[in-house]
């Protein structure tokens, strides 16, 4: 067998990389070729482990627990992921907990990645991981252990589904000043609302995004290399005056970003609130939001406007066409869009000068309630050089498709060079 294996000559250090692009299971069989591979794999830098129905199986946590504890060395990357539907034992959280103490006294890890489907109910402290760079939490329910002095090479956070006290939220946030990418989705707060200031010199990208039923307040104090944020809240009461402050403070909070993603009813919440028209958003290029036209009143409209109006450079533009109405509302909506949006409107320095692609999504290719907002682009943006619809989601409907070139080709076009393209993401289908 020794002559058979041409492995086995190779260096320590090339053997072990070959490893770490093995399951674990299979790097464990490596065991029974030759003896220079004879536990090799206690050697290995990264444990990756996943439990579905034929992996780990029922003794899951226990058996993750051996095979972290068989490692010779540092564990410098670890991921743990649970997709099993079923509700964790009380007792697995005890394990979890030990084996995160376990790592923490091996040293250096890097990387630490837990994913629960079924979320943890008890809570699992943190170790302080200095070396940590990378933290990715889901389903999770954490907490900060006494005298947490933070996560000091921390770049990357991301936390889904996570439950986390308010205190230990922002003690986490800002004792990690080099993060570079920040994701809070769908998480929620033990007892208090949600409040959270962002201090931090470094960060890069930001995603803020969920179903929160408390939420007091979020605030970009300061990230002067913020150049991608991502804003969305779900499932929330748009009617309340309250929220429409704190997401606008929020958002006019990032105004330094190049990329910039709205995914809530912006301008219906918006519309709730007097809007600061001295307002900049300097640096932004990109921008991508949902428009609800079952909802459409004057002041979205104005808050529409005002989106366009404050982003003097804005270069590439995104609008979902969220459509629900019933028939007899459509000629409503087409009355209200058509008597605020389709004119000449002046003082839009990206309308002038800069915007030069929008692409109009909608998941329902509609004729009637689209073409005034694409009436609007066609009409307005001087230097617009692509104009998209896109339809994604559901079947292709080729007797639509007639009438929206009809009403196109009725469309006054300012731009010499606009070109029009319609798209459906589902037949591949493509006309210009």
Partial sequence: MADADRFSSLPFEIKIHILTHLKIKDAVRTSTLTRSWHHLWTHLPCLYLCNTRDTLGNNWIQRAYHLASSLQGPIHWFQLRHYSYCLLPAGDSVFIQNLLDLLHQKGVVKMLDLYFHSNVEEVIRLPSFHPLYM????????GLPTGFQGFRCLETLRMCFVRISNDDLNLLVRTSKNLTSLVISNCYT?????SLDLSLPFL?????RGAFTAVEKVLVV???RLKQAVIGLNYVDYSSQNLALMMLLLVTSVTTVYSLELSFDVLRCFSLVALPFNLTFSCLRCLKFPLNVDTVN???CDAFLWLLRSMPFLEELTVE???KHYYDQADTVVIIMKELLVKKHDG???LERTMTSVTIKMFQLDVTTSIPIIQFFLLNAKVLKLLKILHVGGAYDASVMPSMIEELQK????????KVMISDSMSNKCFV
Avoid: N, Q, Y
Wanted: hydrophobic share 40%; aromatic share 8%.
């Fill in 190 to 194: 033990s007892g208090d609302p949600l």
């Fill in 411 to 418: 469309a006054e076009v300012t731009s010499s060079r606009a």
């Fill in 321 to 323: 066409l969220k459509i």
């Fill in 298 to 300: 004057k002041r979205m």
């Fill in 135 to 142: 933290l990715k939490l889901w389903g999770c329910h954490v």
């Fill in 222 to 224: 300061s990230a002067p």
């Fill in 204 to 208: 890069r990208h930001l995603e803020f």
């Fill in 348 to 350: 839009f320095a990206c």
